[in-house]
Every structure is written in structure tokens, then in C-alpha cells.
């Protein structure tokens, strides 16, 4: 009989009457325990026994709070009466769930930001999302959603099964609340509408990267007269680096890009972040270090306009050739909506050669890192083919150096020009190459004669000093030898 009534008891949904076993001290405490570790859906209770349903979808019988310690899967608490779906999801990409960090701007109460990753196992990527209280607040004011069974698929609750008050709505005194409010809020902990992201897009992700971090700054730049605002996203990694990203919109279009990439912690998962705007500063933690960097670091990360003009905080100095903190009057373009803004301010060198000289065109120093993914392309300007691309699948011409420089074997008439090397849509520097074939041909003047003489008298005169001073130093070595060869292997010398 006992269990016939339990099983009837289905019979009393939505009549304001429930219906609820005995469960000895040990077993209900492991029972809330349960449903505070495993969620609501995933336990429940039969002939005074507590059931689990754990991540594999295997059944648990348990009997203490310590039963569930031996029990796999995550703890998913639910704290609130109801929990919204939050999307995470980026173009063909897998859903990202686990929340890493979250994010509010100091005086801002209208967003806030947040970190999530993929699973560890498999694909893993992560994503930075922004969410207003506005769409959350609409998300609960939607729909409920329930499972009628373990086995059935997840629906929409019908308005005239929601009880009153409506669950999520402020009351005077919850103890007042009815039986059927109370049910209600335990087995319906999700909403059915899913809160996306701001501009229906994430601000940033990556695949092969473990965001741990985020913290958020807002810059705001008079750009002739006009107040444009941008968003800076620094986000740590689980590598100790710190991904710098800006995010700016434009006729109601949301765009970012990345800017830099600081390696600050090496090889320690960054724990903790703050930024300081009173110092101008950000501070980052692993466990074992703590390190400050300023905002605007121009000068010591930036040595071109390309990059310089994308950062915010900086400016380029047309006057100096030198990045430098924001100021009106500097070259900026964050948005990079003009393509040659910095073309007046690149380096252009002229360069002199001799036939079947060899040259080297350099293009970074040194290749950031934030920039390896973007392409790098060389053009040759002659006369003969006027502009073309310059490949580099003839090894015995061109050679692309590891810094993405450019290598001319041999030169001769046809390589004279101009040669501009250009990141994606941006000028880099540009090289003017003068071929001089006539000093390999026979002086045909005495005054010719004479200068190509003296040339190689200096430079032969260069050669015996050398010459002798190598000399000097291999007879010095020698000395060295023969005296150490006489010493005892323990004398102190």
C-alpha cells in the first residue's frame, strides 16, 4: 500500500498538497547534503533510502553524509532560487561553460564581465563575455523550465502552472510562503531563456588558451573634440601571461582586437589581479610573486606607429618618432580606420649596394608575439614590373628571416627599387635599393684609378693590423699553455 501511494503521489501536482517521506536524522541530512553537491534533479528518495545520480549517469544508494565524498562528479550548488542558463558560445565553437573570473567596473552597475573555458578534457578554449543586469532581469521575469522525468527533455513551464507569489519576486516574509512556491522553486532551478552576450557576441576567444584572470579598465580620449571611449580587458592565463584586449563600437557594431601579450609570471598560473587607476597601474599574482605594470606602457612596448596608434592609452609622436602616453595632437587610431595614418611616420631607408651583394631587410627588431599570427608581405617597386609580391619559393633569390625580414642573394640591375614591407593592411618600413654595377667594371679614368687604389690600401692596411694583433693573442695563448703546464693541478694561481 505504502508503495502504491508513493507512486500515486504524482496525482497531487499542482493541487497545493505535497507529499513527503520520513527519512531517519542521518538519511535526510545526507539527503539536502545531496542535493546541495549533486542539484536537485539528481537525487531523491525511495522506501526511506537516498538516491544519487552521478555524472556518468550511474545510481548511488546513500545512507551518511560521508557516502558522498566516494560519489564522482562536480558540485553544482544551487544557491539562488533559480539559476539562469548563461550562453557562452562563440561561432563553431563548443559551449563554454566553467566561469574562470568575474568582473565589475568600480561605479558601473548596468554589466559586468566574465571569464569561462571549455572542459580540460578535449578542445579547450576560453572566452570573454559581457552580460548587462538587464538581459539577466529579463531572463528571470521569462519562463521557467522543467523535466518532467530524468529521461525527458527540458521544456518551457506553462504561465498558469507558475504558482503566487511568482518565484524570484521580493515578498515581506518568506516563512509566509505556501507549500506550493517552496516545490516550485526546488524542482524548477533553471529559467528557459539563456542571458547572451552583449552585442550577441563574445569580446574575445581563443582555442589552446586557459583564461584564470579578468580584470577591466575604461579609457576615455578626446580625439578633436570629439569623446571616444574604449574598453580594455586584461586577461590572465593559466601560463603567466596577460592578454591585453580593446574593445570599442561603432555605429552599434562591437569590434576588439588584441594588443599585447605580457609575460609576467612564467610558467605560474596568474591567481589574482586588481588594477590601481590611481597609480595608473595593474598588479598581478601567482602564488609565489607579485608584479606591477603600468597602463600605458608606450615607449617600452611600442617602437612603431602601427602598434603604437592601436593602444588607447598612447599616441605616436609624428616629431620624435617615439610612442608616448595619450595626449591630443598624437597619432591615434584604435579602430584602424585609416590605413596610411602612419605611412608619413615609418622608417623609409635608402640603401646602397654593389652587384652581387647580398642585403638584408630587416622588419621588427625583434616579432612580438601578439603579432606572429599576422601576415607579413614584402613588394618590390621596379621599373620593368613595377609593383609585384615578392614570394619566397625560390630560395636562391628571396629568403624570408625568422623575424619576417626580407634576404636578397646576389643582387643585380633588376633588384633596384623600392621595397615596402606591410603588416596586414599597414605600412611597416620601406627601403629605397640603389645597385652601384660600376664598381666592379675597370677604371677607365686615372682619377678612378687612383681613388679605387687608395680604397684598397686602406683596407689592406686594416688587414695587417688584424693581422697582427691575432698574432700577438695566439703567442700570448701559448705562454698561457706552457706555464699551466707546468703547474700542480691543485696550486692556486
Not at 542535493?35 to 549517469?57: A, E, H, M, P
Not at 515581506?172 to 510562503?177: C, E, K
Not at 580593446?246 to 582586437?257: E, I, K, L, M, Y
Not at 612596448?301 to 592601436?310: G, L
Request: proline share 5%.
Amino acid at each position: 500500500m505504502k508503495s502504491k501511494i508513493w507512486h500515486d503521489k504524482k496525482g497531487l501536482k499542482n493541487t497545493g498538497l505535497t507529499l513527503s517521506e520520513f527519512l531517519t536524522k542521518p538519511r535526510h541530512d545526507a539527503f539536502m547534503a545531496a542535493r546541495k553537491k549533486f542539484g536537485i534533479n539528481q537525487c531523491w528518495t525511495r522506501d526511506g533510502c537516498v538516491y544519487v545520480l552521478d555524472s556518468t549517469g550511474n545510481r548511488h544508494k546513500v545512507f551518511t553524509v560521508g557516502d558522498l565524498d566516494a560519489i564522482p562528479g562536480e558540485s553544482s550548488p544551487v544557491s539562488t532560487p533559480t539559476e539562469v542558463t548563461r550562453q557562452a558560445v562563440t561561432p563553431n565553437e563548443p559551449r563554454a561553460r566553467p566561469k574562470q573570473s568575474i568582473y565589475k567596473v568600480p561605479g558601473d552597475d548596468s554589466r559586468f564581465y566574465g571569464v569561462f573555458t571549455t572542459a580540460s578534457t578535449g578542445l579547450m578554449g576560453s572566452a570573454i563575455c559581457t552580460f548587462t543586469i538587464k538581459d539577466i532581469q529579463k531572463a528571470f521575469e521569462g519562463k521557467f523550465k522543467e523535466q518532467a522525468t530524468s529521461s525527458s527533455a527540458w521544456l518551457p513551464v506553462i504561465s498558469s502552472k507558475v504558482p503566487e507569489p511568482r518565484p524570484g519576486t521580493c515578498v515581506n516574509d518568506t516563512s509566509s510562503l505556501p507549500d506550493t512556491v517552496l516545490n516550485f522553486i526546488r524542482s524548477h532551478p533553471l529559467m528557459d531563456s539563456a542571458v547572451s552576450h552583449e552585442h550577441e557576441k563574445p569580446i574575445y576567444y581563443k582555442r589552446d588558451l586557459f583564461f584564470t584572470r579578468l580584470v577591466v579598465d575604461r579609457v576615455k580620449v578626446d580625439m578633436m573634440g570629439h569623446q571616444l571611449e574604449y574598453t580594455v580587458y586584461y586577461a590572465g592565463t593559466n601560463e603567466g601571461k596577460i592578454h591585453k584586449i580593446v574593445q570599442w563600437t561603432r555605429n552599434g557594431d562591437s569590434q576588439s582586437a588584441l594588443l599585447d601579450i605580457f609575460d609576467v609570471t612564467p610558467g605560474e598560473p596568474i591567481q589574482a589581479m586588481a588594477i590601481s587607476r590611481t597609480h595608473g597601474s595593474l598588479y598581478a599574482a601567482s602564488d609565489r610573486r607579485v608584479l606591477q605594470l603600468r597602463l600605458a606602457l608606450c615607449a617600452r612596448r611600442y617602437d612603431a606607429c602601427v602598434r603604437c596608434a592601436r593602444d588607447p592609452y598612447c599616441g605616436w609622436d609624428r616629431d620624435a618618432g617615439v610612442c608616448r602616453e595619450y595626449i591630443p595632437g598624437l597619432i591615434q587610431d584604435v579602430a584602424n580606420e585609416t590605413a596610411d595614418i602612419c605611412d608619413s611616420s615609418i622608417s623609409r631607408k635608402s640603401v646602397s649596394a654593389t652587384w652581387g651583394q647580398s642585403l638584408h631587410l630587416g622588419s621588427f627588431v625583434k616579432m612580438p608575439e601578439v603579432l606572429q599570427p599576422r601576415a607579413v608581405t614584402w613588394f618590390h617597386y621596379s621599373r620593368e614590373k613595377g609593383r609585384h609580391l615578392i614570394t619566397f619559393n625560390k630560395p636562391e633569390k628571396y629568403i624570408e628571416t625568422s623575424e619576417h625580414g626580407l634576404l636578397i642573394i646576389s643582387v643585380n640591375e633588376a633588384d633596384a627599387g623600392r621595397y615596402d614591407c606591410w603588416l596586414g593592411g599597414s605600412l611597416l618600413c620601406s627601403y629605397n635599393i640603389t645597385v652601384d654595377t660600376h664598381r666592379c667594371s675597370p677604371p677607365e679614368k686615372s682619377n678612378e684609378y687612383q681613388k679605387i687604389y687608395s680604397n684598397w690600401c686602406h683596407e689592406f692596411e686594416k688587414y695587417k693590423t688584424a693581422m697582427k694583433t691575432w698574432e700577438r693573442k695566439q703567442e700570448q695563448c701559448a705562454r698561457q699553455n706552457d706555464s699551466n703546464q707546468n703547474t700542480h693541478p691543485n696550486e692556486i694561481v
